[in-house]
Every structure is written in C-alpha cells, then in structure tokens.
C-alpha cells in the first residue's frame, strides 16, 4: 500500500514536469500580455512606460463611444460577423444533406476532397486569386459579359462589400463545416429509415422527418457556439480585400484597432478598443458554452 | 430491394448531381485558373482571353522566379516556421496534454490548470499589448517569434486531451503493472494511440505556420524576415488594393501593362504548392480527428 502511494506522488512530480513548458509558454505569451490593458485606462507614453503613464480612467472609451468611426465599424463588424455565421451554419447543413442524397456514391470522395480544399488555403492567397478572377477583364467579368450585364468592379463598391465578404467566406468553409454534419449523418439508426420506407414516406418525408430531427442537436450546438464570434468578422479576409474605397462598409473592428494601435502608434486607444472587444466576446463565448452545457450537456473538456 | 422511384425523385436526383459538381468545380476551378495564368504568355493575360487551358504555354514566371533571392529568402523563413515551429507546438501540446488528462483526484490542480488554459483560449488582451510584450521579449525580425506566438494553440490541446479521456482507463493500469512509468506510457503506449488526432493537429500546425501572413507582419521590421505568405500579402496585395483606391481604371489598364499578373499568378502557386501535397494524405486523419476530438465521454 505504502508503495502504491509513493509511486503515485512520484507519478505526481513527473506530470507537472511534463506540465512546465505549456505553462511557462501560457504564462509568457498569454498572461503576461494581459498586464497591458492598463494602457487603456492610461495616456500611454512608451517613454514613460506602465508606471509612469498618467492614470486617466475611461478617458479612452468616452472618446471612443464619441467618434462616429468607431460606431461605423461595430455595425459593419455585425453585419459582417452575422451574415458569416448564418451562413456557414446554413450553407455546409445543406450541401452536406445534398452530399448524403447523392446516389453516385463513388463520388462522394472525390468532392469531398475538392470542397475542403479552399480551408487549407490561406486569405492572402485566396485574395490574390480573387484579385484575378473578380478583376476588370478577369474571367467573373467576362461571364457578366457574356451574359450581357455591364462589368462590375467588384472590389471598389462599397455597396457590395459585404456581400462579398460574407460570400467568400463561406465559399472557403463550406465544405469543412459539412464535416461535423456529414459525421452527425452517419450516426442516424438506420432502423428508422426503414421503418420510415415501410410506413411508405418519400424522400422528402424522411428528410424531415427522419434525417433532420437527427442532426438537430449538433444544429443547436454549432449555432450557440457560434453567438461567441458576433464581433469577429474576420481581421486576415477583411485586410486583404478592403481598401478606403470601401472603409464605409468594410472597416472592422479588428482592422481599425490594427490602424490605429500600430499604424498611427496609439496605443491606449488601439488597447482601450482592442479590450472591448476582448470583454464582450468573452461574456458571448461564456454564454454560449453555459448554454451548450445546459441544453445539450456539451463540455469543452 | 427494388425500389420505386417517383419522376421527382429522379428529377431531384439529377439537379443534386448538377449542383454538387458546380460546388465542387467553384472550388477547384480557381486554383487550376491561377496556374493556367501562371503558364500563359502575358499579353494574354492582359487581354483576359485565359479562362481553363494556357495561352501561350510557358515557364517564363517560374524561370524569373529562380533568379529572385527576396521570394528565396521569404520560402526559406516559411520552411524554417512549419519545420520548428511544428517541431515545438507537438512537443508541448502531447507533454502538457497527457497530464491534463488526468482527473483533478489523480491530480490536485488540474482542473485549475485546465481553466487557466481555457480561460486564455477565450479571452486575450488584444493586438497592442500583445505587440508590446514582444518587442519587449526582443523577439521582433526573429524566427522564434514567429514559432512561439501561436506556439501553443489551446483549442489543439483540449482535442488531444478529450482523445486520451476516451480511451479506456485499463490501458494505463496494465501499462503500470507491467512496471511503467508515466513518460515511459506516454511515449511508448499512448504515442502510437494517439495517431489520427495528432495527425490532425499536425496537419493544422503546419498548415497554420505555412498560412500565417499577419505575425510575420507585425513581427518583421525588414523585408528579409518576411515568411513567404507576408512577403505575398506585401508584393501583390497590399500594392493591388492600393492601386485600386487610388488609380483610375485607365491608369489601371495602363499599370496591368506594366504588372505582370503572370509572375504573380506563378509564386501565388508555389505558395499553395505544400498545402495542396499534404492535405490530401492527411484527409482520412483529420475528418476522424475532428469528429472523435468533438465527441466526449
């Protein structure tokens, strides 16, 4: 008994060895980062430093709720984040029930493979393809013509730009977020179905009343997780698509923290406004993991 | 068994078809466009005549680009990031994930533990602090910032720990009578279990390393210590979306001119040229990993 013990505070020790490097490294580039939220309670002066800086309360954010720049770009921040969300719950659900009705079986593989392709591709590059394809005498344009409809210069229209972020996006992800579907597909009992096509209900009858039911949890669950991302419209697509023509429409919160913060070196606004977006997002995640929790008993570990 | 079809089910079957090929061409059609650009003679290209087949087949951009040093310099950071900075990311996460997935009996603290991780999953503080605390740890124009900014990713390590949890308990007690140790268990028994969802999380490390522009960025003071996708975002984005905002379009047409879309085309290949080597190996793991991680006993 005694040596049972012993190993076990001996086991102990080496676990939390094991522990040291991931936690030196949460430490370094996770915590320690955090001490500089004061800057948004200060009148930052890098000279100065944390200590030094004069302390000057909600200065930063009575500014901020005051600039005009700043409401334009939560409510671009929303509809962006909103449109994305809808979207990709909506968008893979589909293609992913469309995939598991296709009766050529032998291709399902095939487009699986192509459609998670634009995940693993990064938004500089997909950028870089889009700045082609949608450009003036590029080959989207050249349909329109085809078709007779007048060129359009997609990335200089301010009333289109969030369609086009909104679009491009779950153009990239619809395949991947059909995954988690397509893997919630394949645990439906079987039994039901037949039970269904003795009860002679159509294909249609079954969707609704076999197939759906089936995945609703994994529904409910993907949407409330994703209440969390209602102000991340996504920093790396929005850089490499905006431009001031379409700052109006286009400017996010994430890409104005960007400008201010390290462009024009304000650092305590960049941080005051950085860090409101840290708080709400934080409460919406733990909202929506209290929620999962309860509705679905769903656990993050 | 016979079935009975219905017209609109053979109907419906036939525009399911039809789509699914449209959505799957709308994926790969851009990619082979940007090699096909890449091949075809520039004027073209100008004239925006290449749609699915080359115009003018030549290796002329992938010539010019062998005689670029900057482009040779930017691959060459790149590969250095995904090889150490995969090296590092696998080593922590598989270390720090076998303890944690201990119950807090077995392990006084963990749960504790877990939350700090959790917690700093979900909460950061923001884009300037985090610049600062770099520049601070002299980690600026350097290849161990950008290996250690994302160097733990805390959403891989839960993956790993909800796949040990779901393995049976015995494993481990048999692995103790037989006399061994916890490192000489995780290596030796747990490793090679652990399989599919490492393969995952080493498929998201390398391609996330080898995707990431915005770090390399932020991090690099000089041109010379751009990893590959920075040096892209800055050649050909940033200049096009700036062209774009400033130029009028026959100063744009004229700028085309001189612009060669071809070259562009050509590294914007290259760059995607390792995604596109293993991801198709790595499929059948990450689909398993991904659904097997989310599933928790």
Known sequence: MEKITKNKNLDLKHYWIMLVP?????????????????????????????????????????YMLELSDVRVVLLNTLIIAFGKIIGNIIVPLIFALLLNELRQKYLVKTIQTSVYLPHFLSWVILS??????????????????????????????????????????????????????????????????????????????????????GIRTTIVLLAILSLGGILDAGFDQVYNMYNPLVYSTGDIIDTYVFRAGLQELDFDFGTAVGLLKSVVSFILISVGYWLAKKFVGYRIF | MVEHRSLGSKIFDVLNLTILVLATLACLLPIWYTLMISLSEKA???????????????????????????????????????????????????????????????????????????????????????????????????IWGLVLAGGVPIFNLILIINFIKNLP???????????????????????????????????????????????????????????????????????????????????????????NESLNAAKIFIAMIPVLIVYPFLQRYFVKGITLGSVKG
């Open chain 1, 22 to 62: 991931a936690l030196i490294w949460l430490i370094m580039f996770q915590f320690v980062p955090m001490f500089g939220i004061m800057m948004a309670f200060q009148d930052f002066n890098p000279g100065l430093g944390f200590l030094g800086s004069e302390w000057i309360g909600l200065e930063n954010f009575r």
């Open chain 1, 128 to 213: 870089s393809i889009m700045l082609q394809m949608f450009s003036f005498t590029g080959p989207i344009n050249n349909l329109l013509e085809f078709f007779g409809k007048e060129p359009v210069m997609f990335f200089q229209r301010a009333d289109l730009f969030r369609q086009f972020v909104i679009g491009s996006e779950i153009w990239k992800n619809f395949g991947f977020n059909s995954i988690i579907y397509l893997a919630a597909l394949t645990g439906i009992d079987q039994s039901l179905y037949e039970a269904a096509d003795i009860d002679g209900a159509g294909r249609l009858k079954k969707l609704w009343h076999v197939t759906l039911p």
């Open chain 2, 44 to 142: 073209a290209v100008q004239a925006g005549n290449v749609s699915v087949f080359p115009i003018g087949f030549n290796l002329y951009s992938f010539e010019s680009i062998l005689s670029d040093p900057r482009f040779f310099q930017a691959v060459w950071v790149s590969v250095q990031r995904v090889v150490i900075g995969s090296i590092f990311t696998m080593a922590v996460l598989v270390l720090a994930a076998y303890p944690l997935s201990k119950s807090n009996r077995v392990m006084p603290g963990r749960t504790f533990t877990m939350w700090a991780f959790v917690f700093a999953m979900l909460f950061n503080g923001g884009l300037v602090p985090w610049f600062l605390t770099m520049k601070a740890y002299n980690l600026l124009d350097s």
């Open chain 2, 169 to 259: 308990e015995e494993l481990e007690e048999a692995a103790k009578i037989d006399g061994a140790g916890p490192w000489r268990y995780l290596f030796e028994v747990l490793l090679p279990l652990l399989k599919p969802v490492l393969a995952t999380v080493l498929l998201f490390t390398m391609v996330g390393h080898w995707n990431e522009f915005f770090q390399g960025m932020v991090l690099s003071t000089q041109e010379t210590s751009y990893p590959l996708q920075t040096y892209i975002q800055q050649l050909v984005v940033a200049t096009n979306l700036e062209n774009l905002a400033t130029l009028s379009v026959e100063q744009m047409n004229r700028l085309l001119k001189l612009n």
